[in-house]
């Protein structure tokens, strides 16, 4: 395969490079360059170098501020740790109040960072990790834009909703999930679409809110949720956790809002730590350990663990670097021009 191969500083030093050419200043650059390298890095690919070119777009349509300094509230002493991200990214928020919320979950057992007047366009799992890696387990959510029709429904309402979990392990890789409550990404429909296949059932409706099997019907209606009810009620806890309980807006607000689902959403962002020492307070033994018990009984059924195949990744980017396609190496080059 033609390309190029990047150390892993290599790739986010350029990619930092194309969003300081336009105008987002140190913080907000150095925080995208840190989480899309990261994306690349453990091969997912529609968090990686893909996302320059939406994250540019948001920029130019003045929808996000790229040059926020994000502003950290005093500590009122309480659990939560209140962060207004000034219309910049989540991510450069989420840097600077990570160290308070771990503290403030150490001290007090648990506790939650609220994000406010943010643009979130990445995977949530590097924030859930960074949590992990100060030994909390950390739960993160936030809305997007609606593009999902509760089940039962017939229009978007909901967003596509991630959540994600992770659990600190001392000699071994945290355990994270992070995925979209919806049945699949809306990027699945299009590509779909592009390559003339019909979708699988279950996953949208049409404009009418009938149920399809056709891309093109599917991106004039509205995706699903997973697990039918099951995930139609996470997405709606996310919903009100993530949006109304922090003041910020919902995924329709978020569409009225921007008028488009091309530019990366605003919002706000929940991310909770818990320190499972506290809570488990010596009962039944070291909760750690007993998770050992618990991560050992499903490998021991060839079951694998959830972000087992990115780690893998991250150690072979580690040793090897991260190749870029000849057309993704053509693209920053051109981002790297303009
Ligand atoms: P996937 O379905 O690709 O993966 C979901 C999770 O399940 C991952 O942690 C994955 O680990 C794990 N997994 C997959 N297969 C298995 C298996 N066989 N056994 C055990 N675990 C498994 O996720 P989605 O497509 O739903 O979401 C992709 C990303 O999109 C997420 O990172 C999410 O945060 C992001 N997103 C962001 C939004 C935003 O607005 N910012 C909106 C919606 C989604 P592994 O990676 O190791 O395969």
Sequence with gaps: MSGTTYSVA?????????????????????????VLTAGERDHCKSHGVYRIEGTLRTVKAGKVNPQAM????????????????????????FELALPALAARADKLGMAAMVINDCTHLAALWPEVEAVTAHGLAAMVMCPSYATV?????????????????????????????DFATSVAARGEVELHRRAGKELPEGWALDAEGRPTTDPEAALAGAMLPFGGHKGSAISTMIELLSGIMIGDLTSPEVLD??????????HGELILAFSPRAFARGRDGDPFARAEVLFGAILGQGARLPSQRRFRARAEAAAQGITLSAGEVAMLDRFLEQ
């Design 257 to 266: 809002y921007l008028g488009s689902t091309t530019l990366a959403p605003r």
């Design 70 to 93: 994000p502003v950290l509230a005093p500590d009122d002493g309480s659990a939560l740790v209140r962060v207004d991200a000034q219309g910049g990214f989540a991510n450069a928020a």
């Design 10 to 34: 290599e790739l986010e030093a350029r990619i930092g490079a194309i969003f300081r050419g336009v105008g987002m200043n140190g913080v907000q650059a150095g925080a995208m360059a840190r």
């Design 149 to 177: 029709a509760p089940t039962g429904g017939t229009e978007p309402l909901l967003g596509t909703n991630p959540f994600a979990f992770g659990w600190p392990r001392a000699d071994a890789d945290p355990y994270v999930f």
